[in-house]
């Protein structure tokens, strides 16, 4: 069999699930998740999605390898590292940080299993991650290797993430309902720029960056998007960012949030209940602890039909000494 659609074969298409709580029938709202949790164990979240269209050009290519770049706890390295292996095809994780990282990182020791080279680098030479001369002495390194940059976030995840888009909207048909509002967490922009762009139904995008002081992502989306959508005046009413669900900025994490998460994934019962819903400290917990607060304080508007994007991640609860499944 084709070696992409081997992997392709891997991924279960994510279900979007009912959530039941006092508290939305209270305030006259209807909520949804979408569970890309439960797309693969390991390639999770809108990681498939990103991961996609560059691992397809990196096979069609016939590349010696993938590289990429991460922090010691990427869940894009982690899906990555666990799709090379799967394809049998060499990688590379370019890490920020030292050696030592690894008796630290859950994550690096399990790509470290799953075959990948971890290639340290210091944070200052990390953050010319984007240069074109120093990616060409890491290619000299590892020829013919296929580079994608950190996060996944490259040109090819966009096409990939505008199939989310379109699964989304084509369960919400299934079950005869129409969302007006689509929220999911933010790094990078990639995700928010893919769902924007494979949008057709008429919902407003909610995006929740999780870093403090992210108005710049307001250009970088924009730059993502296609020409037509960037002169189409329509659209920027049609898709915002909530600056202020970081609770306190990348990867900041109070006792106060791990608590909330517990108390949410104990809460919203979903539709499924062997799906019991998990969530991590720097992505989901954050994007459904701002929902959830918008909620009690009466800011959603009443008869809202509401779909919150669980984006995976899970395999990053392990750095906060948090277990990856239930
Ligand atoms: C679990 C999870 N959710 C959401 C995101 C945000 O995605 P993006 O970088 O495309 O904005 C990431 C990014 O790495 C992630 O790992």
Known sequence: MDAFQYWMDQLKPAPLQTVD??????????????????????????KSYKLKYNLK????????????????????????????YLLQRPCVAVIRGEPELIAKSAMLQDIQNW????????????????????????AVQYPNYYCVPEGGSSALAQPGVITLAQQLEQACSEQHWQPNQVWCAVGTGGTLAGLIT??????????????????????VIKERLSADQKKSTRLENR??????????GY???????LDNIEELQNQLF??????ALLLDPVYTGKLFSHFWQKLEAGDITPNSRVILVHSGGLQGRRGYGLDMAR
């Open 198 to 219: 494979g949008r057709t139904g008429n919902y407003q995008i909610i995006g929740v960056p999780v870093l403090k002081g992210a108005e710049f992502l307001y250009r």
């Open 115 to 138: 075959g990948t080279t971890l290639h340290f680098v210091t944070r200052k030479d990390y953050r010319l991650r984007d240069e074109s001369e120093w990616l060409a002495q890491l």
């Open 270 to 275: 979903c539709s499924c209940p062997d799906n």
């Open 251 to 257: 990867g900041k994490v109070s006792p106060w949030l």
């Open 239 to 248: 898709w915002q960012l909530q600056l202020e669900g970081h609770f306190g």
């Open 21 to 46: 709580h006092p508290l939305l029938v209270e305030k006259a709202i209807e909520l949804k998740i979408l569970r890309t949790d439960l797309v693969h164990p390991i390639i999770s979240g809108n």
């Open 57 to 84: 050009a990196a096979l069609n290519q016939a590349a010696a390898g993938v590289l990429s770049f991460g922090g010691a706890w990427s869940n894009h390295l982690h899906a990555l590292a666990y799709s090379c």
